[in-house]
C-alpha cells in the first residue's frame, strides 16, 4: 500500500503485513522526519503476524513537486497596414504638375535670355561677360543699323546737332538709345548725351531723324560723334 507524510506529502510503498493488527503502528517520515500513526488497513486480519520492531521507512515512491507556473507573453499582435488615401495620390500628382511647370518657366526664361541676349546688355552692360564665359556672342546695339549725315550747326542758343538713323538690313531692327559725344581738336570727349531715338524700331530700308540741341557746349569741342548707347 501506499503512505503519504502529513507534513511533507512524501509518498512511501510499504507491505500491508507491515502494520500490526487493527492497531496499526507508529511510523516516521524518512524526508522530514514527521511521525504519525498509521491504522491498518480494513481488510487486515486482526491476527495478523507479530508486529515487527519499529524502524524507518524508506520511500519507494516520490512524487516530483508541481512546476511553478510561469506567465506566458503573448505575442504582440501585427499593425494591420492602413490603406493608402486617395488624397495621398493627389497631392503626389499636384506637386508634380507643379513641378513640371516651373521646370518650363525656367527653360523659357534661359531661353528668352539667350536669344533677347542683346537686348540684356543693352539694359545692363556687364551681363555681355557673362554671356562671354558662356560661349556666347553678343552683338552690339544697333546691329544693323547705320548712323550718317550728321550736321552739328551752331544756333544762338548753342549747338544742334542733326543726322538719320537708316535700317540697312532685311528685318526690323530695335533702335537703341543715342550716345551724341562732343570731341575736342585732340579727338578727346568734352561733353556728351544720351537722348532717346527717333523711333524705337525701323523696319528694313526705311531712315529715321534725330536732332538734338547742346544749349552750353565746351568751347573746346570742335567734332561730333554719334553712337548707340551700351546702356
Known amino acids: 500500500m501506499i503512505l503519504s507524510c502529513p507534513a511533507c506529502r512524501t509518498r512511501y510503498l510499504v507491505a500491508e503485513a507491515g502494520l500490526r493488527g487493527r492497531s496499526g503502528r507508529t511510523v516516521r517520515c524518512a524526508s522530514c522526519g514527521h511521525t504519525w500513526h498509521q491504522a491498518a488497513p480494513p481488510e487486515l486480519p486482526a491476527n495478523a503476524d507479530a508486529a515487527e520492531p519499529e524502524g524507518r521507512i524508506e520511500p519507494a515512491i516520490e512524487v516530483p513537486p508541481r512546476p511553478t507556473p510561469t506567465l506566458e507573453v503573448p505575442p504582440r499582435p501585427r499593425a494591420v497596414p492602413t490603406p493608402a488615401r486617395r488624397g495621398s495620390g493627389r497631392s503626389r500628382w499636384r506637386a ?7 521646370v518650363l518657366l525656367a527653360l ?13 546688355v543693352a539694359l545692363w552692360p556687364p551681363a555681355a561677360r557673362l554671356y562671354a564665359l558662356a560661349g556666347l556672342t553678343v552683338e552690339s546695339p544697333g546691329t ?12 544762338p542758343d ?6 538719320d538713323i537708316t ?23 568734352v561733353q556728351f548725351k544720351i537722348i532717346d531715338p527717333p523711333k524705337l524700331r525701323l523696319p528694313p530700308g526705311v531712315t529715321a531723324h534725330f536732332k538734338t540741341p547742346f544749349d552750353h557746349p565746351e568751347d573746346a569741342a570742335t567734332g561730333v560723334v554719334v553712337t548707340f548707347a551700351k546702356q
Open 158 to 163: 548753342g549747338l544742334v546737332i542733326e543726322g
Open 167 to 189: 535700317n540697312g538690313g532685311k528685318t526690323a531692327q530695335d533702335v537703341p538709345r543715342l550716345r551724341v559725344t562732343l570731341r575736342d581738336a585732340a579727338d578727346k570727349d
Open 144 to 155: 544693323g543699323l547705320k548712323i550718317e549725315k550728321l550736321v552739328p550747326s551752331r544756333t
Open 108 to 120: 523659357a526664361l534661359v531661353a528668352g535670355v539667350v536669344v533677347a541676349r542683346g537686348a540684356v
Open 96 to 102: 508634380l504638375r507643379w513641378l513640371v511647370v516651373v
